[in-house]
């Protein structure tokens, strides 16, 4: 599970880490100023937890507001689930509603290659430019068609894994 930090924004008061929605309230709940007013008001920020976690609390922009949704996200998602949420909403700029959210509401073709020049040497291998002669396929420019792919796919590095992306 994640670790997060709320830091008050009231300069008079401290801040306290928190594991889960209820060690936040509970903390939240008692927590005071100097001069014995409660404080409301919090940046909450990621502490410690896995790499794909902390890239998917960046993509949530984690507030007060939505913290039980992603401690439940953090919880019930695997690791792709993770980076379909962060693709579509961290890189492509998708909206979303935390009380709702699923990542089978965005549509995102991932692969695990290093550039786009593996793509393309892994497209024309799995033949998704037909069947290509022996004799013919020294003569490919992988290198065009990766520019090419170029137009429709983006690179992008997430929990330090380089990805290459289509999303709609």
Known sequence: MPQLHAQPYDITANGFHFESLEEYA?????NHNDYGDPV???????????????????AWEINQANIGQYF??????????????IIAVGEVGCCFDPETVSPSDFDADIYRVDSMKELAEQFVDEG????IPDHLANYIDMDAI???LAHDY?????????LIYRAA
Do not use: M, P
Request: aromatic share 10%; hydrophobic share 30%; with cysteine.
């Open 146 to 148: 990766a520019r090419d």
């Open 128 to 131: 998704l430019f037909g069947e």
């Open 26 to 30: 509970d903390k939240a709940n008692s």
């Open 72 to 85: 439940e996200a953090c919880e019930s998602w695997d690791d792709h689930d993770k980076t379909v949420f």
């Open 154 to 162: 983006t690179e992008t590095e997430i929990a330090g894994e380089r």
């Open 40 to 58: 409301e008001e919090y940046e909450v920020q990621f502490i410690d937890g896995d790499h794909i976690d902390c890239d998917l609390a960046k």
